[in-house]
């Protein structure tokens, strides 16, 4: 007996354009993803601290991997090895401050009269020779605006201002735990990666050591990448500084290449203490020279350097290394411009290096689901 055809009212969905129900149900999957994508933004801003550590101890253990892999094929032992590359990290880094931050704190001593020397005849010459009309009244309410910003810009994301106690606790404890972790990354990183990867089926562990040496030798590639830009642009600034008869030419280029690995805000504040640094010893005019040297540099920097030697060390397009940094910076200020690159060249090397997957747990998943079908345990 033949069956009624189905009216519109049983299947309202029989009534809606294909393309136009495939978008609807796209639409809703988008929007789960959202969801989730919101929340671990935020719970992320909230720890800013713990990621902020993790994301500095996986790279200061990259860093360091290859003289702990030295000591141990030695046959030294694994926590004397970890604690010993550590240790001599730490104190290099302590030995290049001690002999920074003395000399540079002698020229600075009169660096505060010199400002505001400075600042005094720009504003004479904004109100009285300027072809601007510009009263004292208007200077007065720029700097109070300036000085409203600087207070905005210490603001915590959730709006509450931040207390030079609270701040320097989390930065110290950042530290702590970022070093904590580097030390048992050097010690028992490899362990960890073994132990990991027995937590996946047969069929997907070879898949997933790939996948962990190539984020592996992606950060590799991003600290390589920093270091050079950071030797150029250290080469170039300190050389400058030479020229225009400025001083301290050797700490001003060793600190633009610790700065190389903070995009952007790192080499704006070399080149603000460059500037400063020409500013006491050389004067205004060999200042003058550095700002438009270390302008020069920071747009090559942006537009073209940086994404150029990133992009071959990362195998990333100079493009997408513009639109990561950038959008990190929007997302999470500095922070998320530091993280920016490192973070994209890892996800899409990731899945560069998974495209080979579907075709890898093809064959040997079908030979797991084989065995399973003869008796055999999968």
Do not use: C
């Not at 299947?11 to 796209?26: E, F, H, L, S």
Request: glycine share 10%.
């Amino acid at each position: 007996m033949a069956q009624p055809h189905d009216t519109p009212q049983d299947n309202p969905g029989d009534g809606i354009y294909p393309a136009v129900a495939r978008a609807g149900a796209y639409s809703w999957w988008l929007i789960g993803v959202g969801i989730v994508v919101l929340a671990v933004l935020w719970l992320m801003a909230r720890l800013w601290v713990l990621v902020l550590a993790a994301a500095v101890a996986a790279l200061l253990s990259r860093a360091l991997d290859p003289p702990a892999r030295y000591l141990r094929a030695k046959g030294l032992p694994r926590a004397l090895v970890a604690a010993s590359v550590l240790l001599g990290f730490i104190l290099v880094l302590a030995g290049i401050v001690a002999l920074l931050v003395p000399s540079i704190a002698n020229e600075f001593q009169d660096l505060g009269p010199t400002i505001e020397d400075a600042i005094d005849d720009v504003e004479n010459w904004l109100v009285e020779d300027s072809p601007f009309d510009v009263s004292r009244k208007d200077v007065q309410d720029f700097r109070d605006q300036a000085d409203d910003r600087i207070g905005e810009l210490l603001q915590s994301q959730s709006g509450t201002l931040i207390s030079g106690t609270i701040l320097v606790f989390e930065v110290f404890a950042g530290i702590v735990l970022a070093l904590v972790t580097t030390f048992f990354i050097l010690k028992d990183g490899d362990r960890f990666g073994e132990w990991f990867v027995t937590k996946f089926p047969h069929h997907r562990r070879n898949l997933t050591m790939r996948l962990g040496a190539r984020a592996w030798r992606t950060l590799g590639g991003y600290l390589r990448g920093s270091a050079t830009l950071g030797l150029i642009e250290g080469i170039i600034i300190g050389t400058t500084v030479w020229l225009v008869g400025g001083s301290l030419a050797v700490p001003v280029g060793v600190i633009t290449f610790f700065a190389a690995f903070v995009p952007f805000a790192g080499a704006l504040i070399a080149g603000v203490i460059a500037i400063l640094v020409t500013l006491v010893t050389a004067g205004f005019g060999g200042a003058v020279v550095v700002a438009i040297v270390a302008l020069l540099v920071q747009q090559l920097d942006n537009d073209l350097l940086a994404p150029w030697v990133f992009g071959k060390n990362l195998e990333l397009h100079p493009l997408i290394v513009l639109v990561a940094i950038t959008a990190g910076g929007t997302l999470f200020g500095a922070f998320g411009a530091f993280l920016g690159v490192p973070v994209s060249a890892v996800l899409i090397n990731l899945l560069a290096e998974a495209r080979a997957a579907p075709d890898e747990l093809a064959v040997e998943g079908t030979a797991s689901d084989a065995g399973t079908e003869d008796g055999e345990p999968g």
